[in-house]
């Protein structure tokens, strides 16, 4: 089947301070993977599209300036929380789409954050 | 996409099989229907999709009325581990983004 990771899986940091979360497919290579955000006890909401050798397309609301994206090649896309401040602490799911499965989206098992 | 409809709760003996509903009566010609599930602090996992047609894998069947305008996910044999939430989304292939709403509860009970 098609393999999604992520690092770290769970990640503390000060406020302030920025945190890279990446994204990889395993096993296939992906042009188009997401970012999604969910806070307890809520679904899943889109934050961006990572676009592979393009910028990536936000969704209403997020802020580009403090959510960097960046999708250097088809199988990994980063995504860099700037001056993280505790509102920011969530679980980011990022998945991918897979060509060869049918262009079905495969997830990665998440990272939780703490801003502290 | 089209919305999707489902219970928020649903309770299931273990070793029975659990029937998931979903409403999708605004759903497009050229729409699947996906279902994930997650487990409590995991990613969602990709369980099954379809058309038109009705669907199984090794993990579930999926049954889609002929108006298409409902489908049902059906686990035959429920275990424990298969306790999460469900989520139906109503999906055009090559779409940028997948709509979540809030889903199933499904809770296997022993």
């Known amino acids: 089947g098609a393999v999604v990771s992520q690092h770290p899986s769970r990640v503390i940091c000060k406020s302030g301070t920025s945190v890279k979360i990446e994204c990889r497919s395993l096993d296939f290579q992906a042009t188009t993977m997401f970012w999604y955000r969910q806070f307890p006890k809520q679904s899943l909401m889109l934050m961006a599209t990572?676009?592979?050798?393009?910028?990536?397309?936000?969704e209403q609301g997020v802020e580009k300036d403090k959510f960097l994206i960046n999708h250097a090649s088809l199988t990994l896309s980063t995504l860099t929380v700037t001056s993280a401040h505790p509102e920011d602490s969530s679980f980011y799911i990022c998945?991918?789409?897979?060509?060869?499965?049918?262009?079905?989206?495969?997830f990665g098992p998440g990272t939780r954050l703490l801003v502290l | 996409d089209a919305k999707t409809t489902q219970p928020p709760s649903m309770d299931c003996a273990e070793g029975r099989a659990a029937n998931l509903p979903c409403n999708h009566s605004?759903?497009?010609?050229?729409?699947?229907v996906y279902w994930y599930r997650q487990i409590h602090s995991q990613g969602p996992q990709y369980i099954i999709h379809g058309l038109k047609n009705n669907e199984t894998n090794e993990m579930a069947s999926l049954i889609i009325t002929e108006d298409r305008k409902s489908s049902t996910l059906i686990l035959p044999h429920a275990t424990l581990r298969d306790t999460a939430v469900y989520y139906c989304?109503?999906?055009?292939?090559?779409?940028?983004?997948?709509?979540f709403g809030q889903g199933t509860r499904l809770t296997i009970n022993p």
């Open positions: 989304i109503a999906y055009t292939k090559g779409a940028q983004k997948l709509v």
């Open positions: 605004t759903i497009s010609g050229n729409e699947y």
């Open positions: 998945s991918a789409r897979a060509p060869d499965h049918q262009e079905t989206q495969y």
């Open positions: 990572s676009n592979e050798g393009s910028k990536a397309t936000y």
